[in-house]
């Protein structure tokens, strides 16, 4: 008789190891949308944004049909986005906008996506501290690209003053991506390629603090691939557009061939 308690005490513990753990209760079995919602909110305050996240997703999945669902799914795009965490925040909040096109705060989850996309960032650029301008312009670009949806789907929308301001920054950021190109083409004497990025800059940023120093890496490769009527043409929009750029005063070298590098020298 011994043996077998012992064998089916020993049966027990193995069953325990293939079932796995018990079950962890549900502290919300019985609660209503609006208590569990409530106590998601008190998470949110106290910052404890992953239990928060829980009972968002188990309001949600009991009361799928309710404000309250609603609601929740966008707290949890902003539980995300608060937890560091900006490709499940994108994901939680384009699956608001597609779920929701039409509600009042449809234009939060633009500008929430947006927000998240900026800051997504990879582990090395964490790392290195990478400037804005170096890292891979595509989180940029699509970042922007939200942004302006939001401008122009909702211009009276309470986060459209702040998206625009980005969307500056943005927009300059990404002119500088192309100068830290082109700069870049300019040593590797690869001036075709570094006109195109200057072209782009001009073209595309055209309000952009960038747009001086494209036209004079222009000019520069112009004068280095022997193209004088390009150069000419590009060097009287330069005086015409910045006749107090430091490029036109004293000091400037009379060899034109360098002057991308004096250009860097200013900062």
């Known amino acids: 008789m011994k043996y077998i308690l012992i064998l089916m005490f020993a049966w027990v513990l193995n069953g325990c190891a293939i079932f796995g753990a018990p079950t962890e209760l549900d502290d919300t079995k019985g609660w209503s949308a609006e208590r569990i919602y409530q106590e998601g909110e008190a998470k949110m305050r106290d910052r404890d944004y992953e239990k928060a996240i829980g009972?968002?997703?188990?309001?949600?999945?009991r009361f799928p049909h309710g404000r309250y669902a609603t609601q929740a799914q966008l707290e949890i795009a902003y539980a995300y986005f608060?937890?560091?965490?900006?490709?499940?925040?994108?994901?939680?909040?384009?699956?608001f906008i597609k779920l929701h096109p039409n509600h009042s705060n449809v234009d939060y989850a633009y500008y929430l996506k947006g927000l998240a996309i900026f800051n997504e960032r990879g582990i090395i650029e964490k790392f290195t501290k990478q400037q804005i301008s170096d890292r891979?312009?595509?989180?940029?670009?699509?970042?922007?690209?939200?942004?302006?949806?939001?401008?122009?789907?909702?211009?009276?929308?309470?986060?459209?003053?702040?998206s625009m301001q980005r969307m500056v920054y943005l927009a300059n950021s990404l002119a500088e991506h192309e100068l830290h190109v082109a700069r870049y083409y300019m040593k590797r004497q690869a001036y075709v390629a570094?006109?195109?990025?200057?072209?782009?800059?001009?073209?595309?940023?055209?309000?952009?603090p960038s747009v001086e120093e494209a036209l004079v890496i222009m000019i520069s490769a112009y004068d280095l691939l022997g193209m004088e009527?390009?150069?000419?043409d590009t060097l009287r929009v330069f005086q015409t557009?910045?006749?107090?750029?430091?490029?036109l005063g004293k000091g400037v070298p009379n060899d034109e061939r360098i002057w991308w590098k004096f250009w860097e020298s200013l900062y």
């Not at 009972?55 to 999945?61: A, I, R």
């Not at 570094?194 to 952009?208: C, D, F, I």
């Not at 009527?229 to 000419?232: I, R």
């Not at 557009?241 to 490029?247: A, L």
């Open 55 to 61: 009972y968002f997703q188990k309001l949600e999945s």
């Open 241 to 247: 557009n910045y006749p107090n750029s430091p490029m």
């Open 82 to 95: 608060k937890k560091q965490e900006p490709v499940l925040a994108v994901a939680a909040a384009e699956r």
């Open 194 to 208: 570094a006109v195109n990025r200057t072209k782009y800059v001009v073209e595309y940023y055209p309000q952009s």
């Open 229 to 232: 009527d390009l150069k000419t």
């Open 136 to 162: 891979d312009p595509r989180a940029l670009r699509d970042s922007f690209a939200t942004f302006k949806d939001l401008v122009t789907r909702y211009p009276n929308s309470r986060y459209t003053k702040d």
